[in-house]
């Protein structure tokens, strides 16, 4: 069964930083793409990055020049590092494979930035 752990979320000023941890288990991580996702208050989760199994990375327009996605196969583990964080990117973040499973999420990891 797959397990997804996020971590590092946090309270931080806008304008700050936060770099966001996920731990894979279940799965042979490498051969699959994986995603960062948010789901703010009242919104639809949505995808926010993408980094591919050969590490090609895709953003959200929202995000773009200001997030970083990567991974380390080695460590199975994916990473959102979050510069220049604004009111709005505000959510529960989550990483999943992408696209999602549909059956396995992990618990998420707060993002709040205050104004």
């Known amino acids: 069964q797959v397990q997804l752990v996020e971590s590092g979320g946090g309270l931080v000023q806008a304008g700050g930083s936060l770099r966001l941890s996920c731990g894979v288990s279940?799965?042979?991580?490498?051969?699959?793409?994986m995603g960062w996702y948010r789901q703010a208050p009242g919104k639809q989760r949505e995808l926010v990055a993408a980094?591919?199994?050969?590490?090609?990375?895709n953003y959200a327009d929202s995000v773009k020049g200001r997030f970083t996605i990567s991974r380390d196969n080695a460590k199975k583990t994916v990473y959102l590092q979050m510069n220049s964080l604004k009111p709005e990117d505000t959510a529960v973040y989550y990483c999943?494979?992408?696209?999602?499973?549909?059956?396995?999420w992990g618990q998420g990891t707060q993002v709040t930035v205050s104004s």
């Open positions: 279940g799965t042979i991580f490498r051969l699959n793409a």
């Open positions: 999943n494979r992408d696209p999602s499973w549909r059956d396995y």
């Open positions: 980094i591919t199994t050969g590490f090609s990375t």
